[in-house]
């Protein structure tokens, strides 16, 4: 019935639900600078969303250690359909300065299917929400193909 | 007078209930029998009693039996008599419907009980004992009637004295109930010893000429005799410990039916033999009590861990707004009371009830230790939800047609007198309406809904003949509150108008012209009653714009197509359909939801804990309440009114 | 044929005009414009004022989750029972001069249909199992039990004031209640009203659970507490609820206090010399419009400034605050009124 109104909406209105994997807080900080006035994802629609069920767009910081793992994937899993995965820093892509650590599981796409990588250690807010638009429109063209 | 008119019918319906007790002493060995009896005598009553609605309620027509005819001599009531006005049969009915539908549920329910042809004996010795009180027309009766109900209920109460706390329970309903009893043989005997008759009719209209210090303080022990049995404030503890050990089905008659006995017998004190006593200091006794029942017992339900005793205080506190709506004295304000406390014996029973098939599939009430059931027990969960909204005034359920018309007769009466002590009363009763649906969120999440303990997954369906019973009770609740205007119509307006018609009740009974030629200019006629209300509710039509609404929404819905709804279809156990922890599985969840209102008690953490300490279980301190409250009520009585 | 017409016209009632399409788009219009006025006072650009309308589309086009431990048909029914419950009690909230059903509720009735979304919601959140959402709940209701207090001594205290000026005693009636202020002028103007008008803007944010008055689903600390467990459609349409409530609450402060701006409309309207249907299409037009601009005054003012300028409360801070500071207003409100102020 809606269905043009639909998918036009699903790149307007991303909701970001974010999982800290044992990273080391800078990312985390750098997306919540990512919402403040300075670069206001917010006028993209972007908003942080409590639950992994309101989220679309699901943002993964730190090197994935063993401990966080399982819970990073049912919580990745318990997100519904269309969804995106975005990797932010260098930590979840290659394990960056943990990497070869006994604790470390990384990187992601071992496990899931990753939509968007952002790379630096910690990725400029500008790197961020170039991403995330990025991520906006794979989470359309998901919607488009979903039936 | 043939054999089966019509004026027979309140002794047969009284008869049949304790015909059924004695039958069921000889036969009551076979179970086929056993509830073929039961059944005949409780359905019998309710058939007897609607069939006399016509007369009674509607033509106004009062019923006056005299047993074996012995009428009045020489102005002399020596015969025991019945009496049947339109207040006795709208009680009458409340009565018999609830003890017939209990008795259906009792079928099932107490199969796996020893001594079950007792628990019928004295089920229906019971239900004639309230009957009898109901019935009668004479006021020793009424105390021979209240004497056998409370030792019916005593041993009921105790029935299952397995269960922890049971005899416990039984002892202290014993000790503070023979205190209300005894307050009553004394309150009848100094009335006897006043006035030398022990009609109501008669006494109705002899007292108002003989108003004196010794009348006062019958009245104050009639008063508090008849408070105990509806367990009005300082004897709610009673009634918390005798719900929590009785089977459901006994809980349906104390809460619907016995308490319903004791606001009778203070409706017939207040507006019939002490007519002519100050009214408004007597308002304001009445609607100070009930305010205070209301308000105390449901803090207290919000304080329970227990299903049963739960409901057990939001019973007293039920009754509690039927009190105070009785002690306005508008026309409006007793056909609220009424209508509340037919509600309330609807409303309880149904929530009763299914506390009591919780109990039979989990055999526990603590609500700790339950949840998640309305996967397992899905019709019941419905017909609790609908006694839940009941109860809590949700429209367009029952509870909310009459509360809504309380709070409507309490700011009017506050407008009528100037006096915004009522209006107050109003944000009482509203406030405790809130608090009780705060306390029926909390069972529903935590019985209910939620996480399903280890415990409950044996858990199932409980058997046709229960849900039946409850089904009946839930149609009865959606029906009065889909249509108040009749039922206050055909049912609480006539009784209403007949507590202001203390004159017609005295002429029925003693003959006509008795009461004006005693009572002389004093004698009530029956005065013009107004139920005008100027709120507007129509529930019928509301219901139907919210039907037409859903369906329109569900249709969008559904024609939209874009409501993928995703549910697990195989066995094994997805991430994806378990709820969300924070990542972890639920065994190591570590949320936390153990005390559901602790933004409400925080701030009130100083009242809580001093209620808390005033209930200490013990019987010593809940006989001295009684005792205090006996005298303050003569104190008050002697002083004031 | 007439009762076809008939039908069709109510029908319209229902869905079009006051009921759900008219509070569908003001009352996302209202959530946009708050987010857009939060942002512009943070200094931000803030959201297009379309966006609620996007959050909506985009959250039909999710897949909806069951979980396992949910309880299927209430999960998903409860949402819809709580969209009808407030697209029905707009019809009983007159519009100035237009009110389409005035014998079916009376303000204390709409007292207690206010409670029917919420209600829905809690009944939703309690049967997804979540121990999040039941915490959720259990704050919501805390929240219900602290606004219904002052709320209930407003409408007592409009019901007095109505009812003894008009020498009637009492008065509930909504459509009374507006039409005394078509003849006498606007509520808030009497001195005894002021106070009640001040308790009901304090009631506003935590009848609609906004800032600071929404702990219920604090998405920080309990995961969006009640909706936890909810995506998609039915996420949609609490969202949507939450919206049409804010318009439902302000229309109703419109209604009870400044009633009395319709009867101006009506008067410009025949100042300027037109008569007939259309006049009254022109003025009925006119109220809708001044309607929709009150309400977006009154949304900026007591939602978006607040939650601006405001951190989040805890609960038992908030039942205090409805109890003292708000309680008071309104007691000082129907004193006055009782004794003729």
Not at chain 2, 3 to 19: K, V
Not at chain 2, 72 to 87: N, Q, R, S
Not at chain 2, 625 to 636: D, E, F, H, M, P
Not at chain 3, 86 to 112: C, E, G, K, R, S
């Amino acid at each position: 019935m809606f269905k043009k109104l639909i998918e036009e909406s699903t790149g307007k209105s991303p909701w970001l639900f974010h999982i800290n994997a044992g990273s080391c807080n800078g990312c985390d900080i750098e997306l919540v600078a990512v919402l403040t006035p300075r670069y206001d994802a917010e006028r993209l629609g972007f908003k942080l969303a409590g639950s992994p069920r309101q989220a679309d767009i699901v943002v993964v910081t730190g090197p994935i250690t063993a401990q966080s793992l399982p819970r990073v994937l049912r919580t990745i899993e318990q997100v519904p359909e269309p969804r995106c995965i975005v990797t932010m820093g260098s930590c979840p892509q290659s394990g960056n300065v943990f990497r070869g650590s006994y604790s470390i599981c990384g990187p992601l796409s071992k496990y899931v299917h990753v939509d968007v990588d952002v790379a630096g250690c910690t990725p400029k807010p500008e790197a961020v929400i170039d991403g995330l638009a990025l991520a906006t429109k794979i989470l359309q063209q998901k919607r488009r193909e979903m039936k | 007078m043939s054999f089966l008119s019509y004026q027979h019918f309140p002794i047969f319906t009284i008869m049949l209930y304790f015909l059924g007790a004695f039958l069921i002493v000889v036969f009551g060995k076979a179970k086929a029998l056993r509830h073929a009896v039961a059944f005949l005598c409780t359905a019998g009553p309710l058939a007897l009693l609607i069939s006399l609605i016509g007369r009674v309620m509607v033509h106004g027509e009062i019923i006056s039996y005299w047993m074996g005819n012995r009428t009045p001599v020489g102005d002399y009531a020596i015969g025991i008599a019945l009496e049947v006005d339109a207040l006795s049969l709208f009680f009458g009915l409340l009565v018999a419907t609830a003890v017939f539908v209990a008795c259906l549920y009792s079928f099932r329910y107490m199969e796996r009980d020893h001594n079950v042809p007792q628990y019928y004996t004295l089920y229906l010795m019971l239900a004639g004992g309230v009957m009898g009180l109901v019935l009668s027309g004479d006021l020793f009766n009424m105390f021979i009637m209240v004497e056998i109900l409370t030792f019916a209920a005593v041993a009921l109460t105790a029935f299952r004295n397995k269960v922890t706390g049971a005899l416990e329970a039984a002892f202290k309903y014993l000790v503070v109930g023979s205190i209300g009893s005894t307050c009553i043989l004394a309150g009848t005997i100094i009335l006897y010893a006043q006035a030398r008759t022990l009609n109501l009719a008669q006494l109705a209209a002899v007292i108002p000429g003989n108003f004196g210090v010794s009348t006062k303080l019958a009245f104050a022990l009639l008063f508090i005799g008849f408070c105990t049995k509806a367990f009005i404030v300082p004897f709610h503890p009673l009634a918390a410990d005798a719900h929590g050990a009785a089977p459901a089905s006994v809980s349906v008659l104390i809460s619907g039916v016995l308490t319903k006995s004791g606001i009778y017998g203070i409706i017939r004190l207040v507006f019939f033999l002490f007519q002519t006593m100050n009214l408004g200091t007597m308002q304001f006794w009445l609607v100070f009590l009930g305010s205070v029942s209301m308000f105390v017992c449901v803090t207290m339900a919000l304080a329970q861990h227990d299903f049963k005793r739960l409901l057990a205080f939001h019973s007293i506190s039920q009754i509690g707004y039927v009190l105070t709506a009785v002690g306005l004295a508008t026309g409006l304000g007793i056909s609220a009371g009424l209508y509340h406390a037919m509600n309330h014996t609807l409303f309880k029973g149904l929530l009763f009830l299914a506390a009591g098939a919780v109990l039979h599939e989990t055999g526990t009430t603590d609500l700790g230790k339950l949840g998640g059931l309305a996967k397992k027990m899905p019709h019941t969960a419905a017909l609790f939800l609908i006694g839940a909204a009941s109860i809590s005034g949700i429209p367009p359920f029952n509870g909310f047609a009459s509360k809504w018309l309380i709070y409507q007769a309490t700011y009017q009466k506050a407008a009528e007198t100037g006096n915004i002590g009522f209006a107050l009363v109003t944000v009482i009763a509203l406030v405790t309406s809130t608090l009780t649906l705060a306390s029926f969120v909390k069972v529903t999440q935590s019985v209910f809904f939620g996480q399903m303990p280890e415990e409950c997954k044996n858990a199932k369906e409980v058997p046709f003949g229960m849900r039946f019973a409850m089904g009946i009770l839930a149609l009865l609740c959606i029906l009065t509150g889909l249509f108040p205007g009749l039922v206050t119509r055909y049912l609480t307006e006539p009784a209403a108008k007949a507590a202001f018609a203390a004159g017609n009740y005295i002429n029925a009974m003693m003959g006509q012209g008795y009461a004006e030629r005693i009572m002389g200019a004093a004698a009530p006629g029956a005065p013009a009653v107004s139920f005008a209300s100027s709120g507007v509710w129509s529930p019928l039509s509301w219901l139907l714009l919210l039907m037409i609404a859903l369906l329109a929404i569900c249709v969008v819905a559904l024609s939209g197509k874009y409501d993928k709804v995703s549910v697990r279809s195989s066995k094994e156990v997805e991430k994806k359909y378990q709820l969300f922890y924070g990542g972890e599985t639920q065994s190591f969840s570590q949320v936390g939801g153990g005390d559901l209102f602790w933004g409400f008690k925080h701030n009130w953490r100083h009242y809580f804990s001093f209620m808390h300490d005033l209930h200490s279980g013990i019987v010593n301190d809940y006989s001295l309440w009684a005792v205090v409250a006996l005298a303050l009520a003569i104190v008050y009585a002697l002083i004031v009114l | 044929m007439l009762l076809v017409l008939n039908a069709l016209k109510y029908l319209a009632y229902i869905l079009i005009f006051p009921g759900f399409l008219f509070s569908f788009l003001v009352g996302m219009l209202l959530t946009g414009i708050d987010r857009k006025i939060v942002a512009r006072m943070q200094k931000r650009v803030g959201p297009p004022i379309l966006q609620p309308f996007y959050d909506f589309f985009k959250l039909l086009g999710k897949e909806t989750i069951v979980p396992d431990a949910a309880n299927r048909r209430v999960f998903l029914l409860a949402p819809l029972v709580g969209l009808a419950g407030i697209t029905v009690l707009q019809l009983f909230i007159p519009v100035f001069h237009f009110h389409v059903f005035d014998n079916v509720a009376d303000v204390i009735v709409i007292l207690y249909l206010l409670l029917i979304p919420a209600l829905a919601e809690i009944l939703g959140a309690a049967a997804s199992g979540s121990p999040y959402a039941g915490v959720g709940l259990s704050r919501e209701m805390v929240t219900i039990l602290a606004v219904e207090l002052p709320l209930l001594l407003v409408l007592l205290a409009v019901a007095k004031t109505v009812g003894s000026a008009m020498g009637r005693g009492l008065v509930f009636s909504l459509s009374t209640i507006v039409g005394y202020q078509e003849l006498h002028g606007s509520l808030i103007t009497k001195l005894s009203m002021i106070p009640a008008a001040v308790a009901f803007l304090l009631i506003i944010p935590g009848e609609t659970g906004s800032h600071p008055f929404d702990t219920a689903e604090a998405e920080t600390e309990i995961c969006e507490g009640m909706m936890a467990e909810y995506s998609g459609a039915p996420l949609g349409v609490y969202k949507l609820t939450h919206a049409m409530k804010i318009f439902t609450v302000v229309s109703l402060f419109v209604a009870l206090f400044l009633g009395g701006i319709g009867a101006g409309i009506q008067n410009l309207v025949a100042a300027i010399g037109l008569s007939g249907a259309f006049a009254g299409a022109l003025s009925l037009l006119l109220q809708i419009l001044v309607l929709v601009l009150l309400s977006i005054v009154l949304t900026i003012v007591c939602i978006s400034f607040v939650h601006a300028i405001t951190a989040r409360l805890r609960i038992e801070q908030v039942f205090k605050y409805y109890w003292t500071i708000v309680t008071c207003f309104a007691l000082v409100s129907l004193v006055m009124a009782w004794y003729g102020l």
